[in-house]
């Protein structure tokens, strides 16, 4: 059982990997890429925006990084409960929901 359990999460970790989500912030001004495993693959600043200072830049960047992640993390999440229901015996897919899954 635990076998199995191991090779279903190898196998939605890499399917994690493969699946992108993208952010951006300011209208455009920054647009982040990442995958739903929580990695920034790409960080694109728009060419044509002119920030005032470094800190407004910065906050565009925690920002869509944070929306980034947060879209990973429901990936993720909706990922998990869909394997842990397909592991469940007939009859008890719904279980996870008990558990805020």
């Known amino acids: 059982m635990f076998g ?6 190898a196998e939605m970790q890499k399917k994690l990997a493969e699946m992108k989500v993208e952010a951006e912030a300011g209208n455009g001004a920054v647009k982040i890429t990442a ?3 929580r990695q920034i693959l ?3 600043i728009n060419p044509e925006f002119k920030y ?3 800190e407004e830049l910065e906050d565009l960047l925690l920002t ?3 929306r980034a992640m947060a879209k ?3 990936i993720e999440a909706s990922e998990s409960q ?4 397909e592991m469940l015996p007939p009859g008890f897919g719904n279980l996870g929901s008990l ?3």
């Open 42 to 44: 790409d960080i694109k």
């Open 52 to 54: 005032s200072d470094v």
């Open 82 to 85: 869909k394997m842990i229901s």
């Open 35 to 37: 995958n739903a495993t």
């Open 99 to 101: 558990f805020g899954m």
């Open 4 to 9: 199995n359990m191991q090779e279903k999460q």
């Open 64 to 66: 869509a990084v944070n």
């Open 72 to 74: 990973a993390a429901e």
